[in-house]
């Protein structure tokens, strides 16, 4: 099971590295971003386990923070590990330079024993693996953790914190009458459906695993979907619209159309639209992008619903090869998923 760090719990590599130097006996500190601003690297979520001889997995920023921060560990755990302490780190350009944030980032970072937390994360990790998402409020001040799920008993404030990160898809801070806590989600990868097994997608699919995403594709056509062509890949070979509505696109997921052919594209389209997919993209020129909103207005749909397909798909990068045409694709996507100006380059 692959979870990033920006939406679930600590990673996989992360979570259970650290748990095995527990079990071998040796004292671990977890360090946990908290919150960022500016041009911090690593989002809330992200973690580093730093174990007493100074062993470190993961990591709180692209490498510049991590020294002070393990200072600041191998001190906890030399005092035993008692309770938990914010690390701050940034705020201005000059003090940014003493961290290393050169272009004037900010980064928070919440530093604990880790054995305390071990049960929790894996009652949190298997809520997930039966399909059930959940939230984790970790306590600002002792480090203490604990697991929010619908019906479990936690102070009412945190308890709605912790639904509101969920239903919003974000782990933040949060200051309430009990406290103030970190709110961390827990909740499957994103997903990214993509119908048309076409040379694109050939490149396409890596390069959304790598970025953390599940990827299934979608094409009925065995010729294009062959194993031989997508070895490993979650390949389903119905109909696009019959695909969705078994895999019920979710506010996680999204959804681009590869193949050019109406009677494979806009099915599908219509599906994405009908579903709450934060990105929806279809490939094509600009002629045949107009040709598709006409033909999807005339079963319906609106302007504003219409402004969801991003089409002609991707950046403006001015690629040619396929390769490059799945690099425009996802940096079109992530800056979406990201709050990023996707319209930049355009």
Known sequence: MSLPTDALGPSDDVFDGA???LKAGRPVALAT???????????????????????????????????????EAMEMLEGGLKGAKVLDFGITDEQAWDVGLACGGAVKVLLRDMRPAVPVYDMARAALASGEPSALATNLRTGETKLWREGLDLPAAVADA???????DKSRPVSTPDGDWFIEIVAPARRLIIVGAVHIAQS????????GFRVTLIDPRRAYSSDERFPGVDVRRDWPDEALDELQPDLRTAIVTLTHDPKLDDPALEKALQSQAFYIGALGSKRTQAK???????????????????????LRIAGVTPSEIAVSIMSELISVMRGGDATRGR
């Open 292 to 314: 598709r909103i006409e033909r999807l207005t005339g079963l319906g749909y609106d302007e504003a619903a219409l402004a969801r397909i991003h089409g002609p798909v991707g």
């Open 204 to 211: 396409l699919v890596p390069m959304a695993v790598m970025a």
């Open 33 to 71: 971003v908290i919150e960022t601003w500016g041009s911090s690297p690593r989002p809330p979520g992200s973690h580093l386990g730093i174990s007493a001889d100074g062993a470190m997995i993961g990591s709180v920023s692209g490498g510049c923070i991590e020294g002070a921060v393990v200072k």
């Open 162 to 168: 912790a639904r509101r990160s969920l239903k919003e």
């Open 19 to 21: 748990a095995a130097w």
